[in-house]
């Protein structure tokens, strides 16, 4: 049973009603399931066990405390790609000696706090960056662990925004370039090389450009052998897809059986940065719809829930299924299709943007003024990209855990809005 589910025509989190949770704590409303999120990193660590993995969450995501900690209870670490996110993990109680930082602009502050908490090892992305991380491993005596970020060249075939292994990408470096600052590192006893890390983009639905990459690691890490470097880890990034509109994503093994092999071949361990495979189906934003409206021969429906929750369809024309909470129609499972009892709708949020939308002419039941909606799809790259746009309270998270429901992190109040700014004297 999923955890997100319709008994007698309204929907549940696992055992709890989603709309006694948007009675109790107003709208929009992020709702968790815990069974779900500790399930998806159970799939994952299950199906890559045979290459002795480290699963580092991908805190970027989404980065709630709580859900952190319940990812490092259930044995995951952490990829990170700011010194913020670093704070979080240690905030969370999280282990750093298994932690990954990522990102193409540390700065030194950055560089320095992720030595001082003995973190697994840096993903070099350039030279430059190279130079910045042995200076200030220098400076603090101690050597610091990396690997290099390899950009493969290769396709992943995902949007444009969100594509990273390809040649032209900002995301790490030529092979080139990657075999000369190997052997700088060999040469500099303030560095050691450790691993090499790719990662491809997001999401990604097939293996192939996994096991594309994959290839081509186990033959760079051959190499850097043969130069004298002790290569431990194979660190292939995130990006495994999901299902946002109907049965599209694989599950974890399928990628696993183009990985592991790879990872035995360049006789390494995996270290895997997966964060919309595990987060992504575990929330819902409930909003309320505020008023609807027919303009210009389409029937708009306007709800609580704005781009300023959640800026997927805006920036990345994301897709996210989205269905009454109460509903005497089923939610079908290709929602593009044309459904008896429904018409075509436009859901939209309040902000003066055309970009705040939900969805376009989708066949959705008829609703009215003070029904909830559910966003389903909305655990990853949601909260963690949700902003104050018009001046917007960012709005309250719940963590549903069988029948036992936990805020993990409280509404924005209009005071919050302010709290920072100073007024001119
Ligand atoms: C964003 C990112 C990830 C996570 O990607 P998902 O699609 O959420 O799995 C992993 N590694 C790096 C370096 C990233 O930038």
């Known amino acids: 049973m999923s955890s997100f589910h319709y008994r007698s025509d309204e929907l549940y989190c696992e055992d709890v009603s989603v709309s006694r949770l948007a009675e109790e704590f107003g709208t929009?409303?992020?709702?968790?399931?815990?069974?779900?999120?500790?399930g998806q990193l159970r799939q994952i660590q299950e199906a890559f066990a045979a290459a002795e993995p480290v699963i580092c969450y991908s805190v970027k995501a989404n980065s709630n405390l709580s859900i952190l900690k319940a990812m490092s209870e259930a044995g995951s670490s952490f990829d990170v790609v700011s010194g913020g996110e670093l704070y979080r993990?240690?905030?969370?109680?999280?282990d750093t000696t298994k932690v990954v930082f990522a990102g193409v602009g540390k700065t030194d502050e950055e560089?320095?706090?992720?030595?001082?908490?003995?973190?697994l090892m840096f993903?070099?992305?350039?030279?430059?960056?190279?130079?910045?991380?042995?200076?200030?491993?220098?400076?603090?005596?101690?050597?610091?662990?990396?690997?290099l970020r390899l950009n493969p060249d290769v396709d992943a075939k995902t949007h444009a925004k969100t594509t990273t292994g390809k040649k032209g990408n900002k995301f790490g470096m030529d092979i080139e370039r990657f075999q000369e600052l190997?052997?700088?590192?060999?040469?500099?006893?303030?560095?050691?090389?450790?691993?090499?890390?790719?990662?491809?983009?997001?999401?990604?639905?097939?293996?192939?450009?996994?096991?594309e990459a994959g290839a081509k690691a186990v033959e760079v890490v051959k190499g850097l052998r043969a130069a004298g470097h002790d290569i431990q880890w194979l660190n292939l990034g995130g990006g495994f897809g999901i299902s946002y509109r109907g049965n599209e994503g694989l599950p974890a093994s399928a990628y696993a059986n183009v990985i592991v092999p790879a990872v035995k071949a360049a006789g390494c361990r995996l270290a895997l940065e997966p964060g919309r495979f595990i987060v992504?189906?575990?929330?819902?934003?409930?909003?309320?719809?505020?008023?609807?409206?027919?303009?210009?021969?389409?029937?708009?429906?306007?709800?609580?829930?704005?781009?300023?929750?959640?800026?997927?369809?805006?920036?990345?024309?994301?897709?996210?299924?989205?269905?009454?909470?109460?509903?005497?129609?089923?939610?079908?499972?290709?929602?593009?299709?044309?459904?008896a009892g429904?018409?075509?709708?436009?859901?939209?949020?309040?902000?003066?943007e055309s970009s705040d939308y939900f969805a376009k002419d989708r066949y959705?039941?008829?609703?009215?003024?003070?029904?909830?909606?559910?966003?389903f799809s909305a655990g990853a790259y949601g909260t963690a990209m949700s902003s104050n746009y018009n001046s917007r309270p960012r709005a309250t998270e719940v963590l549903v855990d069988g029948g036992k429901v936990t805020v993990i992190r409280r509404r924005e109040t209009y005071a919050d809005l302010i709290a920072q700014e100073l007024l001119e004297e």
């Open 111 to 119: 560089i320095r706090f992720a030595l001082e908490s003995q973190i």
């Open 123 to 147: 993903d070099v992305e350039s030279e430059a960056e190279l130079d910045a991380i042995a200076a200030i491993a220098g400076d603090m005596d101690v050597v610091a662990p990396i690997a």
């Open 28 to 38: 929009p409303l992020w709702i968790y399931s815990k069974a779900y999120l500790l």
């Open 89 to 94: 993990v240690k905030a969370a109680g999280a």
């Open 364 to 375: 959705l039941p008829p609703m009215q003024r003070g029904d909830l909606l559910a966003i």
């Open 182 to 211: 190997a052997a700088k590192v060999l040469r500099d006893s303030r560095l050691k090389l450790l691993g090499i890390h790719i990662h491809l983009g997001s999401p990604i639905l097939t293996t192939d450009p996994y096991a």
């Open 342 to 352: 429904c018409e075509k709708t436009d859901v939209v949020g309040p902000i003066c």
């Open 280 to 339: 992504g189906n575990s929330a819902i934003l409930c909003t309320q719809v505020v008023f609807t409206k027919r303009e210009g021969g389409k029937l708009f429906v306007i709800q609580d829930g704005a781009m300023n929750d959640l800026i997927r369809p805006a920036m990345y024309d994301s897709f996210h299924r989205l269905w009454p909470v109460k509903s005497t129609v089923a939610m079908p499972d290709l929602v593009e299709s044309e459904i």
